[in-house]
């Protein structure tokens, strides 16, 4: 029943006395089936001075005192089931984990074996996985033919969606400079205190570019004790990719998938992380929830609720309307003589 009261923004301490506002249906039943009853007869032999009776005017405003009554019931049950208002203060305490999203924007990641196409997709769960990580800071780092920092370590998790809306495939120098992408992601984490550092690389290609070889990144990675966990993006076979034609035409082609999960493995079991390989939207979506698991935060929170009682409001009405009530039916609306 507290719920169903809502809509006078309180909860209430003892709803166990809105039982009592059932008497107000059996008050007004009452109060009729009286009227119905009574129904006198009174034989005159004249009406004159009837008509200049003080009390016919009066008469009229006589069941103003029993609705008086009426309000008078129900805001004194109200008062009795306490009516208060609440607000809840949390406190998170928590262990984050720092974590980069190394994301790979080479132009293979435009083929549509993934709807719309394989970095939508990347950006649509990379989106639902940062809104779930509460207390960690996360960093951004996209490569193609060489890497960059979208968004160093924050908690800031507006700023950070911004940036990943703002990736798109051509912002970098094409190719895929997978050691470049992973020593970026590591750079990010070098100076971390946090008690676990994680990478999630995702790429869809062969190592074919980039100043820095993937061993050597990963030796870094492995000299910070960070743990990563790769993504080798795309369907098995060939996977429709837009080429641009001589006529400036876009078409779409099918084109081989070529992923190095030999080197993607060896990164993710040395570091202790693991490999992940995702064929469609879903088998995407399904990594990063595994990832989102295997990689919880330690929180902690603390919830605070302060109550402020509005009883008086409601006990004062009801005592105004009964005491109205009293003071016009021995007064003005007093029953004739």
């Keep these: 029943m507290n719920e169903l009261l809502n809509i006078f923004g309180y909860s209430y301490a003892h709803p166990i006395y809105f039982w009592l506002l059932l008497l107000v249906p059996f008050m007004v039943f009452w109060h009729y089936y009286k009227q119905l009853k009574s129904n006198p007869t009174l034989v005159l032999s004249s009406l004159i001075g009837l008509d200049k009776s003080t009390n016919k005017g009066k008469a009229r405003f006589r069941p103003v005192l029993f609705w008086l009554r009426i309000l008078s019931v129900i805001f004194i049950v109200l008062a009795l089931a306490r009516p208060q208002s609440s607000n809840v203060n949390e406190r998170i305490n928590g262990e984050g984990i720092d974590i980069a999203i190394s994301i790979d924007i080479s132009g293979s990641m435009l083929a549509e074996d993934f ?89 869809d290609g062969v190592n074919n570019s980039g100043l ?19 993504i080798g993006v795309g369907s098995k076979g060939t996977a429709p990719y837009p080429v641009q034609m001589s006529n400036g035409q876009m078409v779409m082609q099918d084109v081989p998938v070529q992923i190095d999960e030999d080197l993607l493995k ?11 390989r995702a064929t469609n939207n879903n088998a995407l979506r399904d990594i990063y929830k595994e990832i989102d698991k295997l990689e919880r935060s330690k929180v902690e929170i603390n919830s605070f609720k302060k109550y402020s009682e509005h009883f008086f409001l409601f006990a004062f009405l009801g005592i105004l309307f009964l005491f109205l009530e009293m003071v ?8 004739f003589p």
Excluded: H
Aim: glycine share 6%; proline share 2%; charged share 25%.
């Design 212 to 230: 820095i070889d993937p061993m050597t990144a990963l030796e870094i990675a492995k000299s910070y004790q960070t743990r990563v966990y790769t």
């Design 115 to 203: 709807k719309p196409n394989r970095i939508g997709a990347s950006k649509k769960v990379v989106k639902d996985f940062i809104s779930e990580r509460l207390t960690d800071r996360i960093a951004l780092v996209i490569f193609a033919g060489e890497s960059f920092t979208q968004c160093p370590l924050t908690t800031d998790k507006n700023i950070l969606l911004q940036q990943l809306e703002s990736i798109r495939s051509g912002l970098l120098e094409d190719g895929t400079a997978i050691g470049m992408g992973l020593a970026t992601a590591v750079d990010r984490l070098r100076n971390s205190d946090a008690k676990s550092k994680v990478i999630i690389l995702l790429t």
């Design 266 to 276: 060896k990164i993710s079991k040395e570091t202790g992380g693991k490999y992940f």
């Design 328 to 335: 016009l039916r021995y007064t003005w609306l007093r029953s």
